[in-house]
């Protein structure tokens, strides 16, 4: 559904939030931020497919959104995206006596993320051993490639209730 719409489908997941389940969808476009009509147009075709499918055996909400300006990094892609943004790295483990690094991105180099830290300089950080990642949010500065510059556009969020019969909620 996405694809028909020229949208990627960065990540999903299914979670619980307080008594509901929730079926998040997030989507970008290759040459930038994805916007509310994106996020509308395919929550209406994916809530059509998914009510024939009916891949999911309980109540939910639907929600199509954008990653967001702080957007976390998931994958090597990710890395290679987004080098030249600034960013902030966490590791498992500390590494040179810390486990927080912001900086530039360096993209990749032989399965490890390349940041220039603002205060260490260029560190390489093993992708096994990132806890977590994500871009920082930067204020007038072009966006870099992969990214529009539009605050505004990205981390809209769209929801569409999916109501289910008695049976399957019980």
Same mark, same amino acid.
């Given at each position: 559904?996405?694809?028909?719409?020229?949208?990627?489908?960065?990540?999903?997941?299914?979670?619980? *939030?307080?008594?509901?389940?929730?079926?998040?969808?997030?989507?970008?476009?290759?040459?930038?931020?994805?916007?509310?009509?994106?996020?509308?147009?395919?929550?209406?075709?994916?809530?059509?497919?998914?009510?024939?499918?009916?891949?999911?055996?309980?109540?939910?909400?639907?929600?199509?959104?954008?990653?967001?300006?702080?957007?976390?990094?998931?994958?090597?892609?990710?890395?290679?995206?987004?080098?030249? &943004?600034?960013?902030?790295?966490?590791?498992?483990?500390?590494?040179?006596? &810390?486990?927080?690094?912001?900086?530039?991105?360096?993209?990749?180099?032989?399965?490890?993320?390349?940041?220039?830290?603002?205060?260490?300089?260029?560190?390489?950080?093993?992708?096994?051993?990132?806890?977590?990642?994500?871009?920082?949010?930067?204020?007038?500065?072009?966006?870099?490639?992969?990214?529009?510059?539009?605050?505004?556009?990205?981390?809209?969020? *769209?929801?569409?209730?999916?109501?289910? *019969?008695?049976?399957?909620?019980?």
């Amino acid at each position: 559904a996405a694809q028909a719409e020229g949208l990627q489908v960065a990540w999903i997941e299914l979670k619980r *939030n307080g008594g509901s389940n929730v079926f998040r969808v997030f989507i970008e476009r290759e040459e930038g931020s994805a916007s509310l009509a994106d996020c509308e147009r395919l929550t209406r075709r994916l809530g059509l497919l998914l009510d024939v499918e009916d891949p999911i055996d309980s109540a939910y909400v639907l929600e199509v959104s954008t990653p967001g300006l702080d957007r976390p990094l998931r994958n090597e892609g990710d890395y290679e995206r987004f080098a030249g &943004r600034l960013a902030r790295v966490k590791t498992k483990t500390p590494l040179e006596g &810390r486990r927080r690094f912001v900086g530039r991105l360096g993209g990749l180099r032989s399965g490890a993320v390349v940041i220039d830290d603002e205060e260490l300089g260029e560190v390489v950080v093993p992708l096994p051993q990132v806890d977590s990642a994500r871009l920082e949010v930067e204020f007038g500065r072009p966006a870099a490639r992969g990214q529009s510059s539009h605050a505004s556009q990205s981390s809209q969020s *769209n929801q569409s209730r999916k109501s289910r *019969n008695s049976r399957k909620r019980a």
